[in-house]
C-alpha cells in the first residue's frame, strides 16, 4: 500500500471519531496482513471523504437503536452465540478456499462480515489451522465493534473497495446479500473479481426468492421488526449471470443446508435457546416487547412465528434438501441438539 501518510487523510472519518490516518496507523501495527492488501493510493481522500459521508447519511437497519437501527441486538446476540450458525459458516469458507491452496494460506475477505461472526465462529471450530478472515461491512458500528475485539476489519462501500487488485484468495457474500440493492449488485461483483487473484474464488449466499426461509425475511421481519425488511432476494439465474458478467468462470449455483443450532442440557432448554436466538437477532420486538418473553403465553407467540418459517413441505424439502423438516430437538452426547432448518442458495466461481 502506497502513499498512507498523506496529510488529507486525516480529515477523513472512516468511523465515528476515527480518522483514515489514525485507523491506518493502528492497521499498520494491528493487523499487518490487512494493511499491506489495502491500496488507498487508487482513491483520493476528497473521495474517500465522499464515500464515507454518504455512507453515514445512509439509513442501515444494523445502526444502533438510538439512530432508529436494530444493530445493537445483532450485534450482542452473535458476540454471545458465535457458533449457532457454524454449519453454515463452515461450509461457506471451505468453497471460498481455492483449489491450489491450504485454508492456513488463504485469505479470505468476509464482505457483509458485521461485526466479525464468520472470523470469530472459524478461529473457534478450526483456530491457527483455518483462512485468515478479514471482516468487512459499510455499517460504522459493526466494524467499529469488529476493531474493538480485536478482529481485522475495513468499513468500504459495497461498490469501491480498498484492497489493491489481486490482494485475496477468497471473497465470501453472506447473511445479508440482499441487502445490496439490485441496481449495485453487478459493481460489487465486479469489485470481488479485481481484487481476487487469478484461480481465486468467489461465494456468493442467500436465500431464495419465495422460500421458507427467504420469506422469513420478507415476511416475519417485515411485518414484527421496526425496521421493516424490504430487499430483494436472489434467484438461480440473477446469481450466474451477476457471477458470470463479472468475468468468473466455472460458475456453480447450488442449495446449501444452513442450520441454527442450539445445544443445551434438557430439550426444552434446547428449544428455548434457538427461539430466543431467533427472536434476539432479529429484534422481533413488534411481535412481543422484549420485558414480555418471560410469559409463557407471550413466549409461545414468538415459537409459534419461528417455526412457521422454518417448515418445509415435503416438495420444498425434497428440492432443497433441507436435512430436517421443522423445528427439530433430539439427543446430543450428553444433552440436546434443537436444529432450525434453513436452506441458502450459494453460487461458487473462479477468477
Not at 472470523?119 to 468487512?136: D, E, N
Not at 420469506?215 to 432476494?233: F, I, M, N, Q, V
Request: some cysteine; charged content about 25%.
Amino acid at each position: 500500500m502506497q502513499n498512507t501518510k498523506h496529510s488529507s487523510f486525516s480529515a477523513v472519518e472512516i468511523l465515528p471519531g476515527t480518522t483514515m490516518q489514525e485507523y491506518l496507523d493502528e492497521l499498520r501495527i494491528r493487523h499487518p496482513r490487512l494493511y499491506e492488501r489495502l491500496d488507498l493510493a487508487r482513491l483520493d481522500p476528497t473521495q474517500l471523504a465522499r464515500i464515507y459521508e454518504a455512507l453515514d447519511c445512509f439509513a442501515s437497519p444494523f445502526d444502533t437503536k438510538e439512530h432508529g437501527g436494530r444493530g445493537d441486538a445483532y450485534r450482542s446476540t452473535q458476540l454471545k452465540h458465535p457458533l449457532v450458525r457454524a454449519r453454515g459458516i463452515s461450509n461457506l469458507c471451505q468453497l471460498a478456499i481455492p483449489g491450489d491452496s491450504s485454508p492456513a494460506r488463504s485469505f479470505l475477505l468476509d464482505a457483509l462480515g458485521g461485526n466479525g461472526t464468520m472470523t470469530r465462529a472459524m478461529r473457534l471450530l478450526q483456530a491457527a489451522t483455518g483462512p485468515a478472515i478479514f471482516t468487512g461491512d459499510v455499517a460504522a458500528p459493526m466494524i467499529a465493534d469488529a476493531l474493538a475485539q480485536g478482529l481485522p476489519a475495513v468499513r468500504q462501500s459495497t461498490q469501491r473497495w480498498l484492497f489493491r487488485d489481486a490482494a485475496l484468495d477468497g471473497v465470501i457474500f453472506a447473511y445479508g446479500t440482499h441487502h445490496i440493492p439490485v441496481d449495485e449488485r453487478p459493481q460489487a461483483m465486479a469489485e470481488a473479481h479485481r481484487v481476487l487473484r487469478p484461480g481465486g474464488q468467489i461465494v456468493v449466499h442467500d436465500f431464495e426468492e419465495g422460500s421458507t426461509t427467504a420469506r422469513w425475511y420478507s415476511e416475519a421481519l417485515d411485518r414484527y421488526t421496526y425496521t421493516g425488511h424490504k430487499h430483494e432476494h436472489f434467484l438461480r439465474e440473477e446469481m450466474h449471470e451477476l457471477l458470470s458478467g463479472a468475468g468468473f468462470h466455472d460458475v456453480r449455483v447450488r442449495y446449501l443446508y444452513d442450520p441454527c443450532v442450539v445445544d443445551a442440557d434438557s430439550p426444552a432448554a434446547a428449544r428455548r435457546g434457538v427461539i430466543n436466538y431467533m427472536y434476539d437477532l432479529f429484534a422481533l420486538a413488534k411481535l412481543v416487547p422484549p420485558d414480555a418473553l418471560d410469559d409463557e403465553d407471550s413466549w409461545m407467540i414468538v415459537d409459534e412465528v419461528v417455526r412457521r418459517y422454518a417448515t418445509f413441505g415435503p416438495e420444498e424439502r425434497a428440492r432443497l434438501g433441507a436435512q430436517v423438516a421443522e423445528l427439530t430437538v433430539r439427543p446430543a452426547g450428553r444433552g440436546f441438539r434443537a436444529e432450525l432448518p434453513r436452506v441458502a442458495l450459494v453460487a461458487t466461481a473462479t477468477r
